[in-house]
């Protein structure tokens, strides 16, 4: 079965993933849940499938070299001998995004063998980093705070208007840590929470959705990251 015109974005962490299908996310599946989504039985125009690897790195544009990748990548993150270096160019930061997703769990394997595009090709495994950075151009605010949280990690990116500000991961073992390091970011950047939109990624538990509410002029689920 195909769906004309249709894109599908599938966050995926270790033990589970999201859906996007233009309308809705939905909340975490589990990994038992993929052969019984009927998302995954159909064809898409446009398929993204978001990975989840704290083994990332944005280097401007004048300093990389294609030869130096995993080398480069090594002086930010600590790097197994098996994992590769792969790089994306992102001109509308002036920066090339090098990461490995040589190791992501076998249910990011799982979906990228059954999602398919409708001439049969595969979508790529790309970094939710590299999909945040994508995000900010469809973004119209002046202040830009994307979020993603998941596998003890949080993720995030900061701009304003066309200056990107930060893009890191912050190790957090649950999410009042993570909340910790995103109030830290902008208190460093001077941008005030009670006048800016939070766009969060990942799904939020309602309990986070509240904490997040308290502070924020406004907390946006988003997942698409077309230009």
């Not at 033990?15 to 909340?27: H, K, L, Q, T, W």
């Not at 990389?64 to 994992?83: G, H, K, Q």
């Not at 792969?86 to 001109?91: G, K, N």
């Amino acid at each position: 079965m195909q769906e004309t015109g249709s894109r599908i974005t599938v966050l995926v962490k270790e033990d589970g993933f999201s859906i996007y299908n233009g309308c809705a996310r939905s909340e975490w599946l589990g990994a038992g849940c993929i052969f019984s989504q009927p998302e995954f039985q159909k064809r898409y125009d446009e398929v993204c499938i978001s990975v989840f690897t704290p083994k990332f790195t944005l280097v401007p544009e004048h300093f990389f070299s294609p030869e130096r990748a995993r080398e480069i990548l090594a002086e930010t993150v600590t790097l197994n001998p098996e994992d590769q270096a792969s790089y994306l160019a992102l001109p509308q930061v002036g920066a090339v995004a090098v990461f490995s997703t040589s190791r992501c769990c076998q249910l990011a394997r799982v979906i990228h063998e059954s999602l398919r595009r409708t001439d049969g090709s595969k979508g790529e495994l790309y970094p939710e980093q590299y999909h945040m950075l994508k995000a900010l151009d469809s973004i119209t605010d002046y202040n830009k705070i994307i979020a993603s949280y998941a596998d003890g990690y949080l993720h995030l990116v900061v701009a304003q208007g066309r200056t990107l500000l930060l893009c890191n991961s912050f190790e957090a073992a649950d999410f009042t840590t993570a909340e910790y390091f995103l109030f830290l970011v902008l208190r460093k950047f001077q941008l005030n929470p009670e006048v800016s939109t939070l766009y969060f990624r990942t799904p939020l538990r309602p309990e986070e959705e509240e904490s997040l509410y308290g502070y924020f002029h406004a907390v946006e689920s988003f997942t698409d990251d077309r230009a």
